[in-house]
């Protein structure tokens, strides 16, 4: 079994979609384990909502293409349209950030995700729940890699969120 983190993000009905695909998490995958949500601003976009971010961990022995392929038709169930661009509203965005420390292209997705040393909303959960887990290509901290983040242009904060009887703004 291979530890798998994703970034969830949503900005359109937020809170409706953020809770299904943790949901979808809870039933396929075994061992979830959910950051705090965080509010961002938009990052690319010329107009755009606010969006809720947050990291998920699981742990799964599905190939990479598998992972994708589940992760692609959660969007496209919950009203994202594949042809959608890039810096669009979206209702669900899910992205496999590692899939067991494995680096390079597998079955089509880039490993790590590259958005891990740049952008805070996936950096920042993503060190909350890992602090002290290496990335697997740089090998520094996820906590050295926040800490050391530039975030002038990348405002986020953490929001109440309650997903099944848990504020997840606590843990």
């Not at 107009?47 to 742990?59: C, E, K, Q, T």
């Not at 589940?70 to 899939?99: M, N, Q, Y």
């Amino acid at each position: 079994m291979a530890r798998i983190s994703v970034s969830i993000g949503s900005n359109i009905e937020r809170e409706h979609h953020v809770r299904a695909c943790l949901d979808a998490l809870a039933e396929t995958f075994d061992g979830l384990r959910v950051s705090k949500v965080y509010e961002s601003e938009p990052v690319g976009f010329e107009d755009g909502r606010n969006f809720y971010n947050l990291v998920a961990l699981f742990d799964c022995d599905w190939t990479v293409g598998e992972l994708q392929a589940w992760c692609k038709r959660l969007e496209v169930a919950h009203g994202r349209r594949p042809d959608s661009p890039k810096f669009s509203p979206r209702t669900l965005d899910i992205d496999l950030l590692d899939v067991g420390g494995l680096s390079g292209e597998h079955d089509g997705v880039s490993l790590p995700r590259t958005e891990i040393l740049h952008h805070a909303f996936v950096l920042k959960p993503l060190a909350e729940l890992l602090p002290d887990t290496p990335h697997p290509v740089n090998g520094e901290r996820y906590r050295d890699l926040w800490n050391a983040l530039d975030t002038r242009d990348q405002r986020l904060w953490p929001v109440s969120f309650i997903w099944q009887g848990r504020d997840l703004s606590r843990d």
